[in-house]
């Protein structure tokens, strides 16, 4: 395995290394959704979805 695929690999796992991501991830692989949809869906307040999302494209 080449050096820069474990180096995508690594950030992908550190792009996941929270629950709350992991639960944001797992409710968007049924599609898109507003910010609005995803606080409801995972149960976090907008403020963290945010904090979450900000930076990290899913």
């Known amino acids: ?23 944001i991830v797992e409710f968007l692989r049924y599609g898109e959704r507003c910010v609005c949809e995803i606080v409801d869906g995972v149960n976090v307040e907008r403020s963290g979805v945010s904090q979450h999302l900000g930076g990290e494209k899913y």
Not at 7 to 13: G, H, L
Request: charged residues 20%; aromatic residues 0%.
């Open 1 to 23: 395995m080449s050096n820069e695929v474990i180096q995508a690999r690594a950030e992908m796992m550190k792009a996941l290394a929270h629950p709350t991501r992991i639960s």
